[in-house]
């Protein structure tokens, strides 16, 4: 199965925009982004919560006339509203807009701690310590990406700014103090650039993990039955079952030896890719095992791996199937397109053999007798053995008996399928 190339942003895309040249990749990115910074965004906003709740008692202790004015005002900005965002993280559409839910709310936290810092008496580090603690969780815990950082302190830092110079004690000092916060921010939007690069590489790398690992499931489902392959991931040792009802098929083209004596190697192979692709469709629409093809032979099984309590029938159907399936293709052959089709019924063992190149393949009496009705059969029609015939006998029209010279198996009784409905 054809797997579709992973696009990949190129250097300029990733150093300077942060984006991926894909639309599809980059609002793929973007939503798992959001999606795994909704729990981080909430973790965010309990931890300003209690962490902010230990300044309360500062406020009382350092500030004197407006004390309890700036204990409501913390207990506003900060109980209340960050409890809010953190109980709007459960909101199952969050996701969606996490990123712009936490920057505002550390801009609307800044702009409210500056009103609280110039309504009050309280130091000018109070604003500057509480905006840029919660700027550096917004950027290290949940970890926005650089864009919303960047106009989160676009709009955080200018007022605290603005408080600083206000409330300075001389210019020396809020020189000082705004370098400072002037290398706060660059360090901090660093930081949100370096981790979003470092989120897209990682989201890349576990894309192109995805994709391969997916390419290898299909290659190896396309070798084994889809149960068997999974029992073998999670158990590389050798696996083998049994099932004491179940139904072989086994068709292969009349005349090939000769046909493909004549016709150059390629269009042998385009032809039979053709028929047998049709034949593994049919199969797989049916839920029928194809287990190999061998030159112009195919072989298909009912009733393992999966079990089919109505396995002979089942056959019979895809038997059918293939007929018609040749009658449509016969127009682009180059000469008349027949198969000679063999079933036979009963206990079936079944394994995956190998070590390099695994195979799954099945053993036993009635895999032979299959072969051997296909082997002793007429072109363009359906032998089947005896135990097959038991089964369908009431809902398919057969011929009469005849015996039937098997190879190591001496004389068998033998029945052509005629139609899907007994005379």
Not at 294 to 306: E, K, S, T
Request: hydrophobic share 50%; glycine share 6%; charged share 25%.
């Amino acid at each position: 199965m054809k797997v579709r190339s992973l696009p990949r942003p190129i250097a300029v895309g990733i150093e300077r925009y942060l984006a991926f040249d894909d639309f599809e990749v980059e609002r793929e990115f973007r939503d798992e982004d959001n999606h795994a910074a909704v729990g981080r965004a909430r973790l965010t906003a309990i931890l300003a919560i209690v962490l902010s709740l230990p300044f309360a008692v500062t406020d009382l202790l350092i500030t004197q006339e407006s004390a309890w004015l700036l204990v409501g005002i913390r207990v506003m900005a900060v109980v209340g509203f960050f409890a809010l965002i953190a109980a709007a993280m459960w909101w199952k559409s969050a996701y969606r807009y996490v990123q712009w839910i936490a920057c505002g709310a550390t801009a609307f936290y800044a702009w409210w701690a500056v009103a609280g810092a110039l309504a009050t008496d309280a130091p000018r580090e109070y604003s500057r310590t509480a905006s840029t603690l919660l700027l550096l969780a917004l950027v290290g815990i949940t970890r926005v990406r650089f864009r919303p950082a960047t106009v989160t302190t676009a709009l955080t830092l200018p007022p605290v700014e603005y408080v600083l110079i206000a409330r300075r004690d001389s210019w020396d000092a809020a020189l000082l103090e705004s370098l400072g916060l002037l290398t706060f921010g660059i360090v901090t939007l660093t930081v949100a650039f370096v981790l979003e690069r470092s989120k897209r590489i990682a989201f890349l790398a576990q894309r192109e993990l995805t994709a391969e690992r997916k390419r290898s499931d299909d290659l190896l489902h396309n070798i084994l039955p889809k149960s068997i392959a999974k029992r073998l991931r999670e158990n590389p040792t050798a696996i083998a079952e049994s099932a004491d009802e179940a139904t072989v098929l086994f068709a292969d083209i009349v005349g090939f030896t000769q046909f493909s004596a004549e016709l150059p190697p390629d269009e042998v192979v385009e032809l039979l890719d053709l028929l047998f692709g049709k034949f593994d469709d049919l199969c797989e629409e049916r839920g029928i095992e194809k287990v190999k093809t061998i030159g112009d032979a195919f072989m298909a099984v009912a009733g393992i791996p999966q079990h089919d309590p109505d396995h002979a029938a089942s056959i019979v159907e895809l038997a059918f199937d293939m007929q018609r399936a040749a009658t449509a293709i016969a127009p682009l052959w180059p000469t008349d397109l027949m198969l000679r089709i063999g079933i036979a019924s009963g206990p079936v063992v079944a394994g995956v053999i190998g070590r390099k190149r695994f195979a799954y393949d099945l053993w036993g009496d009635t895999v032979n007798t299959a072969s051997r009705m296909e082997s002793h059969g007429l072109p363009n029609r359906i032998q089947v053995s005896e135990s097959t015939y038991e089964l369908l006998k009431d809902r398919y029209a057969f011929g009469d008996a005849h015996q039937t010279d098997i190879k190591g198996k001496g004389t068998m009784r033998t029945y052509f399928l005629l139609g899907p409905e007994p005379f």
